[in-house]
């Protein structure tokens, strides 16, 4: 468990790692101490790091150079409540009394608790009590979202362990461990914008990932993109905003697009022919002999689309427009509007161009290099670039 003690006294502070120990001993969750005596070094640890509990003192120094303690409490607060830790169990033990404190309300709205630090020792049940919360937490390192079933299921021929489908606050979860880093598949209720948005911000917000992900199936665009082509989104928009007047459409889209440097590690692995061949391993499929990864503009709606002219009226939103689906500008939506701001990357493969031509006879090798290709890149990010 990471635990963050911001106390700049160090008897305090011994007798509440010693609380903490004390409580943990017997389970498998040990603690990791991370410490700030100043307000310079709370600040930094609170947004730098992402805690299981943090532990606050309302007065401290303000730099290491300052020996007189101040009321930083307003500071911690605003600091708190909008870094990656907001939804982190939190706890303010202090020698004043309850009824001193002005701005007690200011804790509250945050999500801090606030006890008192007495010689009857009458805190030590209220510290208990968040040891006890943190630990019990459930947590990811990543997630992974599929719109099908058969989507999720083709990750049984990638590179991860797959576990348990749990029910999670109502969603449909199945554990997957990658090289040693934890997550969940999240299915949402049903395909489309509005069930993938719901689920994404709900899913994000409850476990705080560092990378969120998508894998599946889409429909291609003529000229841009091929059969089994793996497309990543580099720009998402849905197709569907806009206004009628007089009879025609005047689209209006909102774009949300990678990061750039996660678009430039994607980049450059699209072209590492190891990658290519641990993709396409074992599945034969003539197309897969030229399957490319595409770095590209992918368009959004809640609709399905089998016909020609409406794949070309689409199109025309952006002419290096590479594919077409149902879900990925909502996850990366909810990533970007998150607090906790994880990575995001959305995967899919191309299993028809979007005309009266539809079929499955390419959704099964589709959905499992898009699964192996999603393994991989998640790996590859926290070997390369998260600590």
Not at 85 to 112: C, K, P, R, V, W
Not at 163 to 175: H, Y
Request: glycine share 6%.
């Amino acid at each position: 468990m990471n635990i963050l003690i911001i106390e700049d006294n160090d008897s305090k502070r011994i007798e509440i790692e010693l609380v903490i120990i004390e409580e943990l001993k017997d389970t498998n969750n040990k603690p990791v101490f991370n410490y700030a005596t100043n307000l310079v070094f709370a600040r930094r640890e609170i947004c730098t790091q992402v805690f299981d509990l943090i532990i606050f003192d309302m007065f401290l120094p303000v730099g290491s150079n300052d020996d007189r303690e101040v009321d930083c409490s307003e500071e911690l607060i605003s600091e708190f409540s909008v870094s990656k830790n907001y939804q982190t169990e939190a706890i303010a033990l202090t020698q004043f009394e309850i009824s001193e404190i002005d701005n007690f309300q200011s804790f509250n709205s945050a999500g801090i608790t606030v006890v008192h630090f007495n010689e009857s020792k009458s805190w030590i049940t209220a510290l208990k009590q968040k040891v006890v919360r943190a630990s019990q937490k459930i947590k990811c390192d990543f997630l992974i979202f599929c719109a099908l079933t058969k989507e999720r299921n083709a990750f049984s021929e990638a590179e991860c362990l797959l576990g348990k489908q749990k029910n999670i606050s109502g969603m449909n979860c199945m554990e997957i461990s990658i090289d040693g880093k934890n997550g969940f598949i999240v299915k949402p209720h049903g395909m489309g914008l509005v069930n993938m948005a719901i689920v994404a911000s709900k899913a994000i917000e409850l476990f705080q990932p560092k990378i969120v992900a998508m894998s599946g199936i889409c429909a291609g665009v003529k000229g841009e993109s091929n059969y089994l082509d793996i497309v990543v989104g580099k720009t998402c928009w849905e197709y569907q905003t806009g206004k009628w007047k007089d009879g025609v459409f005047k689209q209006e889209p909102y774009q949300s697009s990678l990061l750039r440097r996660l678009e430039v590690d994607l980049e450059q692995s699209s072209e590492d022919s190891d990658i290519l061949n641990e993709i396409r391993k074992n599945i034969f499929k003539d197309e897969l002999s030229n399957m490319r990864i595409l770095i590209a503009p992918v368009s959004s709606g809640s609709a399905v689309i089998a016909d020609e002219k409406m794949m070309e009226s689409i199109g025309m939103q952006h002419r290096k427009m590479a594919a077409l689906e149902m879900e990925m500008y909502s996850l990366y939506e909810a990533a970007a509007q998150s607090l906790c701001q994880p990575l995001c990357f959305g995967a899919k493969a191309v299993v028809d161009l979007g005309d009266n031509h539809k079929g499955d006879g390419y959704h099964d090798p589709a959905c499992k290099i898009s699964a192996r290709y999603v393994t991989l890149m998640i790996n590859r990010q926290f070997r390369s670039s998260i600590n």
